[in-house]
């Protein structure tokens, strides 16, 4: 689970004047889809499922949402999406469509010219190489955006499930700098992997 939110940049400047593709597939029975109001209800027991995952690295992931909050969470997001601020994917089994596995997302809040990757896998499917996967294709995508010559992953130094992920996929390690501690977990120190066009 890099850190990052499963919130929306609402930041009003555009990432790139394109736009993603809608659908990821992934290989070995997954995919990323675009995330849509549709798909909340599925997205909410999830994350409530995974609460106890994903609360040690994940702010948001304090309390449960409600289905309300989902769905206005959904809104924004596919706003962001139309907007080009922010491109919000979820993780899916190519046999169960409706089954919200993982959220992922290309984020346009670490300056112009990068898009940074965020992530969270739901616990029984971590440890199959999905998050690996889904990064490589967010990583493709990103740079198939015009614009974008760098693509990131932040998370706690000490997580080192999400460092995993970019240290398979080639990335750099850039730097770690003091973070302030949003989730009990983290150790207020934050990787900055990075990869260049």
């Keep these: 689970m890099s850190h990052s939110t499963d919130a929306p940049d609402n930041a009003p400047r555009p990432i790139s004047t394109g736009r993603p593709p809608e659908l990821l597939p992934l290989g070995n029975g997954a995919h990323l889809r675009r995330r849509r ?14 609460l106890d995952h994903l609360r040690p690295w994940m702010f948001w992931a304090a309390q449960a949402p409600t289905l309300a909050e989902s769905e206005q969470m959904s809104v924004r997001g596919e706003a962001a999406w139309d907007e080009g601020r922010d491109f919000l ?15 992922f997302g290309l984020h346009g809040r670490v ?15 971590t440890g199959r190489g999905l998050a690996t996967a889904a990064a490589r294709a967010l990583t493709g995508a990103g740079f198939a955006l015009p614009g974008i010559d760098r693509v990131e992953i932040h998370c706690d130094e000490t997580n080192a499930a999400s460092a995993a992920v970019p240290r398979k996929l080639g990335y750099t390690l850039d730097r770690i700098e003091s973070a302030a501690v949003t989730a009990p977990a983290e150790t207020g120190r934050k990787m900055f992997w990075v990869t260049e066009r």
């Design 37 to 50: 109001l549709a798909d909340a209800a599925e997205l909410n027991a999830s994350v409530i499922a995974n």
């Design 89 to 103: 994917y979820l993780l899916g089994l190519d046999d169960e469509p409706a089954k919200v596995i993982g959220g």
């Design 111 to 125: 300056g112009p010219g990068a898009v940074e990757i965020g992530y969270w896998v739901h616990h029984a499917h």
